[in-house]
Nanobody, 126 residues
Framework: QVQLVESGGGSVQAGGSLRLSCAAS????????MGWFRQAPGKEREGVAA????????YYADSVKGRFTISQDKAKSTVYLQMNSLKPEDTAMYYC???????????????????WGQGTQVTVSS
């Protein structure tokens, strides 16, 4: 049984940093994407970043490029999202997802992912 557990969320002031972690159990790294998504109240879930474990390719939403970094530690079966220069508009519930699309051009489609974590809240105050 695949289980994804996020951690690292919290409340920070604008300009601050947080590092989210997604620990995967029962999951075998493949050519499928692992991603981070977020959903703010009243808004649709949106892709934030994705990584392809085998090749290491990474993808980012334009809104977070240059501020967020996705990485992985295969030995720990963990994917990270380092978030710097946080803005109030980054406030959302952040979700880890696995078994996503093999095609990099589709990384941001949430329906392409088969496994999801329970989410971790990130709140950025101005």
């Amino acid at each position: 049984q695949v289980q994804l557990v996020e951690s690292g969320g919290g409340s920070v002031q604008a300009g601050g940093s947080l590092r989210l972690s997604c620990a995967a159990s029962g999951y075998t790294y493949t050519y499928n994407a692992m991603g981070w998504f977020r959903q703010a109240p009243g808004k649709e879930r949106e892709g934030v970043a994705a990584i392809y474990p085998v090749g290491g390719s990474t993808y980012y939403a334009d809104s977070v490029k240059g501020r967020f970094t996705i990485s992985q530690d295969k030995a720990k079966s963990t994917v990270y999202l380092q978030m710097n220069s946080l803005k109030p508009e980054d406030t959302a519930m952040y979700y880890c997802a696995a078994d996503g699309p093999t095609y990099g051009g589709s990384w941001f489609f949430s329906h392409e992912y088969n496994y999801w974590g329970q989410g971790t809240q990130v709140t950025v105050s101005s």
